[in-house]
């Protein structure tokens, strides 16, 4: 009974710290964009090939091919992007990313689709910043260029879902 009771407590533990990690990176994420003092924008124009950068579920950085780096958020319920191999973005309109419209992509051994729902501009050393406070050692980058949203389209470059 007794190793039964310190295994339980046990997972217990390791549940609760790592709940209290996940929310501890929300709430450094979030105190990042108020004291950066970054300013939501509704879209990025110009935009063709790409890095994204995952930093979590909810959580990209973006660097577009001039060089200009963005930060992305998913809604809370978007999950499977962490862990992805590869990463797109689906764009209504061509080289224009849009929020509550366009949408980031999971590809290849899963697949899940998630709008944007936010973006920011950040400068290089913000970037550096986020990146360190991915939970991720080292944070998954993929590289692409922006693929139209219509299924038309989508299927024509030989992307369907």
């Given at each position: 009974?007794k190793?039964?009771?310190?295994?339980?407590?046990?997972?217990?533990?390791?549940c609760l710290?790592?709940?209290?990690?996940?929310n501890?990176?929300?709430?450094?994420?979030?105190?990042?964009i108020?004291?950066?003092?970054?300013a939501?924008?509704?879209?990025?124009?110009?935009v063709?090939?790409?890095?994204l950068?995952?930093?979590?579920?909810?959580?990209?950085?973006?660097?577009?091919?001039?060089?200009?780096?963005?930060?992305?958020?998913?809604?809370d319920?978007?999950?499977?992007?962490?862990?992805?191999?590869?990463?797109?973005?689906?764009?209504?309109?061509?080289?224009?990313?849009k929020?509550?419209?366009?949408?980031?992509v999971?590809?290849?051994?899963?697949?899940?689709?998630?709008?944007?729902t936010?973006?920011?501009?950040l400068?290089?050393v913000?970037?550096?910043q986020?990146?360190?406070?991915?939970?991720?050692k080292?944070?998954?980058?993929?590289?692409?260029f922006?693929t139209?949203?219509?299924?038309t389209?989508?299927?024509?470059?030989?992307?369907?879902?």
């Amino acid at each position: 009974m007794k190793k039964y009771m310190f295994s339980m407590f046990a997972i217990a533990a390791t549940c609760l710290v790592g709940c209290s990690n996940i929310n501890n990176y929300e709430s450094r994420i979030y105190s990042f964009i108020a004291d950066q003092n970054l300013a939501p924008m509704e879209n990025i124009d110009s935009v063709l090939g790409y890095e994204l950068i995952v930093l979590s579920d909810q959580h990209l950085a973006l660097t577009i091919q001039n060089g200009k780096s963005y930060f992305l958020t998913k809604p809370d319920d978007c999950h499977n992007i962490f862990w992805a191999k590869k990463v797109i973005l689906l764009a209504e309109d061509k080289g224009v990313i849009k929020v509550d419209s366009d949408k980031i992509v999971r590809v290849g051994d899963k697949y899940t689709e998630c709008t944007i729902t936010g973006i920011y501009k950040l400068y290089s050393v913000q970037l550096q910043q986020l990146a360190g406070l991915s939970r991720r050692k080292n944070p998954m980058r993929s590289h692409s260029f922006l693929t139209p949203l219509s299924s038309t389209e989508s299927k024509s470059i030989g992307f369907e879902h």
